[in-house]
């Protein structure tokens, strides 16, 4: 039995603040009309204000080519930002913004041909910095142009992403960091209210590096941008370069601590100082086929993290609102442990109800206090404006014992007579995988099996008397959110 007790006289601010960004695949994949209505959905019923994507300036945008005559002779270089603005025009249309991570180098800037994913985004430096400048500064003009620098400098722009791992950035960190200053510079250029920031690394790296770097050389810096996943945790740890680390053999342990997110983020928060930090991707695990993505334990494990977080990050921003997702192709199956909220079809994971119930989370949090400091159940308590919130959540890492847990909630000073409302996620409440391996775990979906499966997603409301407590069991990687 746990006892939680809610003073509703302890008060301090909640923002929002993982519902700033969320991401996605790569930028191509926002032309498409089903990812278009997910993104709108999840715009409307999760919150998320911001989109992040790689491959702005792949190849499959045209936004750079070379035009050459029918012998093959280069004519010049030729300017294309219709998909840009095609995408730019939608997320506008539906009150969402871009957050605008510059990458990868389009073919005919590159210095070689080393590409990364399905879709070959290639990650080698620019062979002519001055060509990269020009194409940074024409983008940010016609941005201007088209949209109003007061629309424009409410949107970020990142300097690539990940340049701390060989897969996405082939040159050292001297090189990123010119590559940075150019960038930087050329946005900066065209006009001082523009965001530009980085380094966009993996695994919480280079932030104090980037800091020195831009400082001693006065690179414009606005805001600093870094990733991490919980599986992050041995290396975080190591403080070693993601070769050595692999090398070593202890990338293979691959285990992580309960809590580590907020240990990465706190660490993080110190190192950027007074720059504004936003993590630009995070998940509960890195891994693109994770069957835990589409289960509950992802729902109570993001429930922990986002409590976790409160106050140390101005923005936080999910990988990724879909399955729609094809770095290493669109995998197939229905549910096959992708990092989407949402799987190909749209139906909605545990995960993506987590954060539908956050989205209902008032901006004000009160002190919880408990008597089982080391146990798996933690509980987050805000005001709104009909009254009170609770989120319990009844989390531990793979492997680690937990079970289900008894618990009795008691708010200072309030006596109800009404009912209070009870949603739930765990095995047997929104939770439609369940239901789909019921069916014998389909590859592909008809239409009736989609409609049963998104019932099956959806969040049931429970009546429950209170008085002056509350007592329910929260079973294990289970969540109960409760409005009184």
Known sequence: MIHFNIDKDKITDFPHYWEMCVGSCHAYTALRDDYRKQLKRAHKELGFQYVRFHGLLDDDMCVLTMKRDFMGNDLGLVYN??????????????????????????????GGDKTVFHYKGNIT?????????????????????????????????????????????????????????????AIRKVNRNLKVGGPATSCNSWIKDTIDFCEKNKVPLDFVSTHHYPTDDPLWKSGMDIVDFFQSGLADKGTYERGIIKKMTVKAKEEAGAYPLYYTEWNTSAMTNDDKHDECFAAAMIAKILADNDGLVKGYSYWTFTDIFEERAQLPGAFHGGFGLMTYAGIAKPAYRLFELFHGL???????????KDGTVEMLAT????????????HNIPEE??????????VAGMTSKNPATVYRIDENHANAKALWIDMGSPEYLKPAEVEKLNEASSLKAEKIMCGNMIELTIPAHGVAVIDL
């Open 401 to 410: 014992p937990i079970k289900d847990e008894v618990v009795k909630i008691k």
């Open 125 to 185: 430096p620019p062979k002519d910095y001055g060509a990269w400048a020009e194409l940074i500064t024409r983008l940010a003009e016609h941005l201007i142009e088209r949209y109003g620098i007061e629309e424009v400098e409410q949107w970020f722009f990142e300097v690539w992403n990940e340049p701390n791992l060989t897969a996405f950035f082939s040159g050292t960190k001297e090189e990123y960091f010119k590559l940075y200053e150019v960038t930087a510079g």
């Open 362 to 372: 008032g901006t004000k949090r009160l002190q919880v206090e408990y008597d089982v």
């Open 81 to 110: 930002f219709v998909n840009i603005d095609n995408i730019c025009d939608f997320l506008l249309s539906i009150g969402m913004k871009p957050f605008m991570e510059l990458g990868f180098m389009p073919s005919v800037l590159a």
């Open 383 to 394: 005001k709104t404006g009909g009254g009170y919130r609770l989120a319990v959540y009844n």
